[in-house]
């Protein structure tokens, strides 16, 4: 019989023979080729493994900071009023929820104006050691009280899309990554541009063409990557005498060996170890196995974690004081196990959840959808602990009793993007979708400079004007300003539309998805200015319906995309 590896399917009349095969569908196999999601390619007969990192990844990795970003999300929307208690405001907040409200007994006082709940203690000590900061009244304008739409505008900055069913469709980490991987498609970085436990909200690291976190569906199944380097199992004697078994065989294998990643986690893992002992809890596992990564210098720059449950419309008390002591205790662990290795002023983490929640407490010892919450910083970076920002007026709610924002999120990213993962400030209002660049003052910045010397941004840099002198050598800030991308005047005609802001040779290639190069789509010098490029009739063969990928190259500049030939 054909028994599947770690299930309990069994046999190919098992019920559970049918959904493992329904769970390789089309998009599962796309992923398995990168075409769909982060992962290797192959190109030609090789496989373009973590290991052999293009010459412009690893320019990108010399350049990068060596800063790492947790984000760590509160899904179901985190009552931030038992998260962070107003103490000048406690008679407000203690009438308006008579039976949910934190004892002042149980109030941990950190300052004179805010404290937290006693079940939180265990981020005492980073507060003492200044490694604890929360931002109040985190939010934005017209704010959503969707799960979905408030998941979607937390991950796409789209706060002006509040339908739920359009909008922007790339993530702010996403964006971030396509500007610094333009040929992600034919060669991506030698480690995990992102890691991402659980499918919520994955739109933070979509791109336009692809989706840059290598995603597992759960932590027993990084852990699982991590300690075997496989993505499945591939033992001959579990697809024997099944009727799919070579399909499936086939599958995950080249699963496996497009997800190189895979090894790469795997030998940091093997690298890394925790050197303190974490609780037996599903988020306290996250963070356990985020440190020995970490420790084991995977390379990776950013991680999204979840943690569900904050959707407190009953029993609330209880609910969050079992979610938040089990945060509190793994954050405080996950600092004491990377400071071993001195890098805990190099992880900076922060919280994130889709709303807040009410004000007043309902009929079932909970609360409901709210707006704005408190979003938390932890990490030796901050370079002091600290309250920002003004915490929102309880007795000045709107009419439905909700908070109102104080604190636009987009600050908050802005901020970590610039200051600690030292994005240009332009980039990083592009990222943003034109939101301007306003620094928080959390206590770290890349230029050296004080935050009060910061100017705003104004956008990109502004292009050369054709009256000015040709660009014999193009600035990198030149380069960056190359657009391209592909579009169908015909269904069955696609075209490349291309822009240069300087005078230069240009070299276009055409490759199918299993990286094998079918040839040249152009290769002349181009002037200053745009061109529009005929595939079909550029190419000498013919081009059967499907996918592929173009390849740009200008200078030692590469860029890739994919195209759609019907």
Known sequence: MCDTHNTPHKGKDHEGHDLEHKLWNRRSFLQAMGIVGSGSMMLGSNIVSASSASPLSSAIADTETDKILILIRLAGGNDGLSTVIPIEQYDTYANARPNIYIPESKVLKLTDEFGIPSYMKSLEPLWG??????????????????????SDIFANTDPLNTTGFSGENTGWMGRHFEESYPDYLMNPPEAPAAIQIGQYGSLVFQGEETNYAFVTSNIDQLERIAETGDNFGLDDTLFNDCMYGDQIKFLRGVANTTYEYSGKIHEAYERGENQVEYQ??????QMALLARLIKGNLGTKVYMISMGGFDTHGNQPLTHERLMTQLSAAINNFYEDIAFTQQDDKVLSMTFSEFGRRIYENGSNGTDHGKAAPTLFFGSGLNGSAFV???????????????????????????????????????????????????????????????DDLELSDGEPT?????????????????????????????????IHLELPFTSHVDIQLYNIMGQNLGTVFNEMML?????????????????????????????????KSVMVA
């Open 129 to 150: 050691e200044g490694q604890f900061k929360a931002v109040n009244g985190v939010g934005y304008k017209n704010q959503s009280l969707s799960h979905f739409t408030g």
């Open 280 to 285: 037996d809890n599903g988020f306290a596992k």
């Open 389 to 451: 920002g003004e915490h929102p007026k309880l007795d000045d709610p709107d009419g439905r009793g909700n908070l109102e924002y104080t604190v636009d999120f987009r600050e908050l990213y802005g901020t970590v993007l610039a200051e600690w993962l030292c994005v240009d400030r332009g980039l990083v209002e592009k990222h943003l979708l034109g939101h301007p660049y306003k620094a928080i003052n959390l206590g770290f910045n890349c230029s050296g400079e004080t935050l």
């Open 463 to 495: 292009p050369p004007t054709v009256d000015e002198p040709v660009a014999i050598d193009p600035t990198p800030e030149l380069l960056n300003q190359v657009v391209h991308k592909p579009y169908y005047p015909t269904k069955e005609n696609p075209w």
């Open 528 to 560: 200053q200015g745009a061109v529009e490029i005929n595939i079909r009739e550029r190419m000498s063969k013919h081009l059967a319906a499907g996918k592929y990928i173009y390849r740009i190259r200008v200078q030692d500049k590469k860029m890739s």
